[in-house]
T-cell receptor, first 112, second 114 residues
Framework: AQTVTQSQPEMSVQEAETVTLSCTYDTSENNYYLFWYKQPPSRQMILVIRQEAYKQQNATENRFSVNFQKAAKSFSLKISDSQLGDTAMYFCATNRDDKIIFGKGTRLHILP | KAGVTQTPRYLIKTRGQQVTLSCSPISGHRSVSWYQQTPGQGLQFLFEYFSETQRNKGNFPGRFSGRQFSNSRSEMNVSTLELGDSALYLC?????????????FGPGTRLTVL
């Protein structure tokens, strides 16, 4: 069974708008971590945000924030005031059995 | 600190050949993981090395192997290449080996099998 599900294969939004990328996961870990990674076109994958499951407060990094719903096993990423440089593949991930499992990704296009 | 480096960046091989890819982690990182990225399957975990030992392995055939050296540099080998092995191969390094820590990715090696 797929551990991390990203239901939106591709999205497009206008520059300066707010966009939310969905992610649901399945885990049997007692304590686990959730991640959003960004892979810009032809550039290296980088961490956007990291959330520890036992922390109630949603993680934020500047314009990027998450909505972590532990009971629903949902971990969505919100990008506020989107910029052209946010165009990228976004991968949701979690740790399982001592390794990181990635979703299939959401390709996000920011339109001028 | 220098980032994760991978060599070569591009490779073209023919079916049946073998290939070796190299990854140098961030200084101080002892965990190196390898992933295969394809448009249809996303990122799939190949294996992870920590302190020269393979700690974890994904669901790939035995044609895929790797190793890690005492300086934490890692190599990945694919023997008897198949067309379906065409992919971007990413390596990532981290401090922890349990998947809880941030992974720092290299630029990848784009392998094309003809």
């Amino acid at each position: 069974a797929q551990t991390v599900t990203q239901s939106q294969p591709e999205m497009s939004v206008q520059e300066a708008e707010t966009v939310t990328l969905s992610c649901t996961y399945d885990t049997s870990e007692n304590n686990y971590y959730l991640f959003w990674y960004k892979q810009p076109p032809s550039r290296q994958m980088i961490l956007v945000i990291r959330q520890e499951a036992y922390k109630q407060q949603n993680a934020t990094e500047n314009r990027f924030s998450v909505n972590f719903q532990k009971a629903a096993k949902s971990f969505s990423l919100k990008i506020s005031d989107s910029q052209l440089g946010d165009t990228a593949m976004y991968f949701c991930a979690t740790n399982r059995d001592d390794k990181i499992i990635f979703g299939k990704g959401t390709r996000l296009h920011i339109l001028p | 600190k220098a980032g994760v480096t991978q060599t070569p960046r591009y490779l073209i091989k023919t079916r049946g050949q073998q290939v070796t890819l190299s990854c140098s982690p961030i200084s101080g990182h002892r965990s190196v993981s390898w992933y295969q990225q394809t448009p249809g399957q996303g990122l799939q975990f190949l294996f992870e090395y920590f302190s020269e030992t393979q700690r974890n392995k994904g669901n790939f055939p035995g044609r895929f192997s790797g190793r890690q050296f005492s300086n934490s540099r890692s190599e990945m080998n694919v023997s008897t290449l198949e067309l379906g092995d065409s992919a971007l191969y990413l390596c990532a390094s981290s401090l922890a080996r349990d998947g809880t820590d941030t992974q720092y990715f290299g630029p990848g090696t784009r392998l094309t099998v003809l």
